[in-house]
């Protein structure tokens, strides 16, 4: 689920994402803010790279970077360093990584930079009502990265040889066991592997460019000449052809027909 020591090697400053910058740690921050201070482009977007930062890192600017101020920051948790801005300024920073305590610190930036078994922590510091006492965005979010099931039994039955809650545990699922009475609700986290986005291909064509490409290759049918089934060509009909049983008309002009339809006019008529 998280990058290895190697990709965070080949990090740098300008490649770094919302997402990407949960894997790294203050130290790497102050790494890649040093190999990157003499560069133009990030000189002049100093804003955007921190507040990249900002997602996952708590970043005091100290005013007082007095020996006394910066121990109170390191008694807290936080790195202090001075970071270069530009030519002229250099700042201190104190530099903490933003803590995963509660589900509503999960987000779909750092879902998949958490393991299993710390989701399942999560849950635990947050739960009462089981599972569906979470909101569905959070569930949303859980769920785009972990693979989630739960189960409510009771007591004496959730631990029975060989049912669902050993197949999970072998399966790699961590649990969380949630008390409702004499019934428990377990639900099983496991990390999703990661998904290989879809590769779309576009066709584009060239009118200057007589290369062959895939396309080429791929006959289609011309049915722009072809006639369709109502137009297929019907020849004249053929009085020999014509029978008792096949003739017939659209309108009877009989003698009771006329009148009805006189009397129909001449009603028409009056009114």
Request: aromatic letters at 8%; proline letters at 2%.
């Amino acid at each position: 689920m998280a990058n290895t020591s190697d990709d965070k090697k080949s990090l740098t400053l300008k490649t770094l994402t919302k997402s990407s910058v949960w894997d790294i740690q203050e130290n790497d921050v102050f790494r890649l803010w040093d190999g990157s201070d003499k560069d133009a482009e990030v000189r002049e977007n100093v804003r955007h790279y921190q507040d990249i930062l900002r997602s996952a890192f708590m970043i005091e600017e100290l005013k007082d970077d007095s020996k006394a101020n910066k121990q109170k920051y390191e008694k807290q948790g936080y790195k202090v360093a001075q970071v270069k801005i530009d030519e002229s300024t250099r700042v201190t920073w104190a530099l903490k990584k933003r803590p995963i305590i509660r589900v509503t610190d999960l987000t779909y930036e750092n879902i998949r930079h958490i393991t299993a078994a710390k989701l399942i922590e999560v849950l635990d510091r947050n739960f009462g009502g089981g599972w569906d006492s979470l909101s569905q965005s959070i569930k949303d979010i859980i769920e785009s990265g972990f693979d989630i099931s739960t189960t409510t039994l009771p007591k004496d039955r959730l631990h029975k040889k060989g049912g669902m809650y050993d197949k999970k545990v072998a399966d790699g699922f961590e649990v969380l066991e949630v008390s409702k009475g004499t019934w428990v609700e377990a639900i099983f986290a496991k990390a999703k592997p990661e998904a290989e986005k879809p590769r779309m291909k576009f066709a584009t064509h060239d009118l200057d460019d007589d290369s062959e490409n895939e396309d080429e290759d791929v006959e289609i049918e011309d049915t722009y000449n072809k006639p369709d089934d109502d137009d297929v060509e019907i020849g004249e009909p053929n009085d020999d052809d014509i029978t008792e049983d096949n003739y017939s008309t659209m309108m009877d002009l009989s003698g009771d027909d006329e009148d009805i339809t006189a009397d129909s006019l001449e009603d028409y008529a009056d009114e």
